[in-house]
């Protein structure tokens, strides 16, 4: 929204800008073009003027003169100053004194006019007689008999003055021009042509001695007029008044100059702006980029990178190095040091790996991964080569050595993540350090399966599909079936039962465990529950450290007390018994509702004898295992007498052997006095109870 | 008496140079807007710009009499009679002042001024402009002439001005002399001469031969009585302007009769005495008078030529 706004703004501005230059520009152009007829006008004028004045000049040197030329002048100096009143631009208030002074020089034109149309009057008046004097004084002299001496003298004498004073232009010239002409009308004639002549001549005398003064001032008059000064002063006004108007157009063009820059500041800045924000951006681009494909904190390319460098089309293989324990690492040394480790880790790699092609990338947590690309090396040598400088490197933190074991997969098939991490999984349950991925092993399916599996579970739980089997259990003292116990089996979907070895680690895996387990207490207490017949339920060591499966355990137990002293849990040993206290506090509380521990599998796998005494146990089973190769093995059958007697000297009376298949490790089952009989033999799990208690 | 032509002619030899600028010949082709002159010619003769439609322009500016008044004064509606003698319209455009008094600036101005007349043409510029305005004739002119709605006073006057721009006399006997092209006869050519020492030319100069000046009548030898109307001072009350008139043209002056202001000198040689002895204080003897009069014939022109096209 901002960046549109400014965009509108610096558009307005240029827009504003642009506007202003044209309108600037034809103000300018029109101001100008005024300006110059204005002023040609004007100088027109005053040509005029003056050719106005000569006019009047010729015509009163001139006996006569055209009139028209004076006339035409004057109407053509009209004409200009029409034009100039019509300019457009003089309408600004600027004008006023302009206007004032052409208005002045209207008013003196008019007063010019009338004084020239006045003198046109004088003028032939004047003129006419002042030539017809000198003339007359002629035709006298001429035609008359000269008589009178002082007559001619007189008009001799007229004409003299009258020549003096229109030459001079002056009628103060006209010196004793009154006394002639008094002599000259008092003057009597007898003859009637004198008479006449006289009476002529007197009339243009009259005309002269009346009209030459005022002639002469109307004359002089004309030219006073300062018509000249007027047009002089108008125009210097007018340029005055102009350059004041040229600067505010100066102004305009300096407004919009600056508006201009203006807007090329803001787009600039607009711009340096915009490049700062994209170098940030392209910063914060490129960090991210950092970030989200290397790893912080050994600086290898990470998983996300590691995806981006998958190619499908060619040749790669993928060898994904893992640290044994690295939790464990983490625990014992601290995460400093694990984290060191990893640094350290990277390095090593990434200095075995610098002249090849191929990418290592940090994959997770403590997976390393080389992505080979096909051609060049073999990805088995390389991984061994790999595992091999690991194991020659001294991993160090804090100056201390800090022992590190690899564990490498390597698969070629596609999904290459996958399929090597499965590798790897595999590789861990071995002693194994480095695995390729063998797709025979079906790992893929495996996992499909797992999860189906776990949905068989879900499914089951939901729908009460868990359904418990029961194997009898005979004493071998009465050969009477005293006791079951409960197996846990899953009906599928499709109607097939599950075993546990199908489903149970899956459970474990998919925390379905705890729902199973206390389906089968459930089950197992209303299996039980109006008879008199002992029944055992296996729980994990994680059930007993599982406060819900263990309340709910008691709850039942508190619901029907009765049930307590015909219960017995038995528990398989794992190495998870990182604590007895729980376990201690699970056995107290069973004691309370009077309830049996028996130890699965004895003999095999966690086997402890701590535990025979830490968990106040009851019964003991040996693993089938032992049991199985009773008869060929004679060491096998050493260690169950060893069991046997080690058992019984400790307070544990009875004891239960699993997997007895035939009537062969019956007999000798019973033969070494072993309490209890479990086995096919005895008798198979089924979802009832034997309506038989004795076998035979 | 020829003497005194020769000693007046010796005295005014420093002049000679002067003739030439003095009078000038007319010009042979003078710009106009046919349109708008075609226009004012027709409503020239047309009588419906008057009150009664019985006066029209020609009536008193007689094309067939000079474009003067025949009579001696002019008559208006419902034959009123006026004071003064109509001047040529022919030629006027070249005059410095249109009336006798000099009150219009130029010729659009006069020709309002017998439409407004009541005692000419009588009507004011609105019914001027109805008549036209209801003539589907002169509707259609204008609008073609003028691109207005409708008739407008001022185009009116406009057309005719233009009309009369158009009423030029050229190629009179004088001006052809005048150009070189021809010779004129002896007396004219001393009826020329005795113009111009007698002192007519001081007045009757120009390109029309006056019309550029006022002047007094009875200059030298007052009238009888002043002048009662018509002159400067009955339109400005100032004493200076008693008996000065406009200076009229003597262009054509042989078909204008009869003279004078109020056209009380029905013959050339009248007005020639009477205007020698007011004005210039003289005498006329008859072949003085004969002279002046031969030239003075020299000075019609051709009729204008656009009073023969349509």
């Known amino acids: ?696 | 008496m020829p003497r005194v032509f020769i000693l007046s002619l010796l005295l005014l030899v420093s002049h000679l140079p002067n003739q030439a600028m003095a009078l000038q010949p007319l010009p042979q082709e003078v710009d106009y807007d046919e349109g708008k002159a075609r226009l004012g010619k027709r409503m020239f003769f047309d009588t419906l710009l008057s009150k009664d439609r019985s006066v029209s322009c020609a009536t008193c500016h007689d094309p067939d009499h000079g474009g003067a008044e025949p009579r001696e004064v002019s008559i208006g509606i419902g034959n009123q009679k006026g004071t003064l003698n109509a001047p040529t319209v022919y030629n006027t455009y070249y005059n410095f002042r249109q009336f006798w008094d000099g009150r219009a600036l130029d010729l659009k101005e006069q020709a309002a001024g017998p439409l407004h007349n009541p005692i000419e043409m009588a009507m004011t510029a609105e019914e001027v402009e109805q008549r036209l305005n209801d003539h589907a004739e002169y509707l259609l002119l204008f609008s073609r002439v003028y691109h207005q709605s409708r008739v407008r006073f001022e185009d009116v006057t406009d057309a005719i001005a233009e009309f009369e721009k158009a009423l030029f006399t050229p190629d009179s006997p004088f001006d052809r002399y005048l150009r070189g092209e021809i010779e004129l006869a002896a007396d004219e050519k001393e009826g020329y001469l005795l113009f111009r020492t007698m002192g007519c030319v001081t007045c009757h100069n120009g390109i029309n031969l006056g019309g550029n000046s006022y002047q007094y009548i009875g200059a030298v030898n007052p009238l009888e009585k002043d002048v009662v109307t018509g002159d400067l001072y009955a339109r400005t009350g100032d004493p200076f302007d008693r008996n000065r008139f406009k200076v009229p043209s003597l262009r054509n002056i042989e078909l204008t009769s009869p003279y004078l202001h109020d056209g009380s000198k029905s013959t050339l040689g009248e007005t020639l005495a009477a205007m020698a002895f007011h004005n210039l204080g003289f005498d006329l003897t008859a072949e003085e008078n004969r002279l002046l009069t031969a030239f003075l014939k020299t000075l019609t022109g051709k009729r204008p030529a656009i009073l023969e096209s349509p």
């Open chain 1, 1 to 696: 929204m901002r960046l549109q706004f400014k965009i509108y703004v610096a558009l307005i501005l240029a827009l504003l800008a642009g506007l202003t230059f044209f309108y600037s520009k034809s103000r300018t152009d029109a101001l100008l073009s005024g300006h110059n007829q204005l002023i040609h006008n004007l100088a027109e004028m005053e040509l005029l003027n003056k050719r106005v004045d000569e006019e009047i000049w010729s015509t009163a040197y001139r006996l006569y003169h055209n009139y028209d030329e004076v006339h035409r002048l004057i109407k053509e100096i009209r004409n200009l100053g029409g034009e100039i009143r019509l300019l457009a631009f003089l309408d600004s208030a600027e004008y006023q004194a302009f206007w004032k002074k052409l208005d002045k020089f209207d008013q003196l034109l008019e007063q010019k006019e009338q004084a020239i149309i006045r003198y046109t009057t004088l003028n032939s008046l004047v003129k006419n007689s002042v030539s017809h004097v000198p003339g007359l004084t002629h035709r006298y002299i001429k035609n008359f008999v000269n008589e009178d001496q002082a007559y001619v003298e007189d008009l001799s004498q007229a004409t003299s003055l009258v020549f003096l004073a229109s030459n001079a232009m002056d009628a103060e010239l006209l010196i004793g021009f009154n006394e002639v002409l008094q002599r000259l009308q008092d003057k009597e004639f007898a003859d009637p042509d004198r008479k006449r002549f006289n009476r002529v001549f007197l009339s243009h005398a009259r005309i002269v001695d009346r009209y030459l003064a005022q002639y002469i001032p109307v004359f002089m008059g004309i030219l006073d007029i300062p018509i000249d000064k007027a047009l002089h002063q108008t125009s210097e006004l007018f340029l005055d008044i102009s350059k004041r108007q040229a600067e505010s157009v100066h102004l305009w063009s300096l407004l919009i100059t600056l508006a201009f820059i203006g807007s090329l500041g803001m787009i600039v800045i607009f711009l340096i702006n915009l490049d700062r924000r994209h170098r940030e951006l392209s910063g914060l681009h490129n960090a991210l980029e950092q970030g989200a494909t290397i790893d912080h904190l050994t600086g290898l390319k990470n998983r996300f990178a590691f995806e981006r460098s998958l190619d499908t089309g060619t040749d790669q293989a993928l060898i994904i190095i893992n640290i044994d324990g690295f939790k464990h690492i983490n625990n014992f040394y601290g995460h400093e040091a694990g984290d060191s480790i990893l640094v350290q880790m990277a390095a090593v790699l990434q200095s075995a790996l610098a002249r090849s092609e191929h990418g290592l990338f940090r994959l997770g947590g403590d997976d390393f991964g080389v992505l080979v690309e096909g051609g060049t090396d073999d990805p088995q040598m390389l991984a061994r080569k790999l595992i091999g400088t690991m194991e020659y490197t001294l991993f160090t933190f804090d100056g201390n050595p800090v022992p590190i074991n690899v564990t490498a997969g390597l698969s070629t098939a596609a999904p290459l993540l996958e399929t090597a991490n499965q590798t790897l999984n595999q590789i861990k349950r071995t002693r194994m350090k480095f695995l390729a991925y063998d797709p025979d092993v079906g790992q893929k399916a495996r996992m499909r399966d797992n999860l189906r599996i776990i949905r068989v579970l879900k499914e089951a739980i939901n729908n009460d599909l868990v359904i418990p089997y029961f194997m009898p259990i005979m004493n071998n003292s009465n050969h009477r079936i005293e006791r079951y116990e409960c197996l846990v089996r899953v009906v599928s979907e499709d109607g097939a039962l599950l075993l546990p070895n199908e489903f149970l680690s899956v459970a474990r895996e998919g925390r379905l465990n705890a729902d199973l387990t206390r389906i089968m207490i459930e089950k197992s207490f209303k299996a039980f529950t109006d008879t008199e017949l002992e029944f055992s339920v296996n729980l994990a060591i994680e059930d007993i450290l599982d406060p819900e499966v263990t309340d709910f355990l008691f709850n039942r137990l508190e619901q029907s007390p009765d049930i307590g002293r015909r219960l017995t849990f038995e528990i398989l040993e794992s190495e998870e018994v990182k604590s007895y206290e729980a376990i201690a506090d699970f056995v107290r509380r069973s004691a309370d509702y009077e309830c049996r521990i028996a130890i699965d599998d004895f003999g095999s796998g966690y086997s402890n004898l701590r535990h025979l005494l830490e968990l106040n146990i009851h019964t003991l089973k040996i693993d089938g295992s032992l049991i199985r190769n009773i008869m060929e093995d004679p060491h096998a059958a050493q260690a169950i007498q060893a069991i046997t007697t080690l058992a019984h000297k400790i307070g544990i009376t009875s004891i239960v052997a699993e997997y007895v298949c035939s009537k062969e490790i019956q007999a000798r089952v019973s033969e070494m006095g072993i309490d209890y009989s479990q086995g096919f033999y005895i008798g198979q799990p089924l979802p009832h109870l034997l309506e038989l208690s004795m076998l035979d």
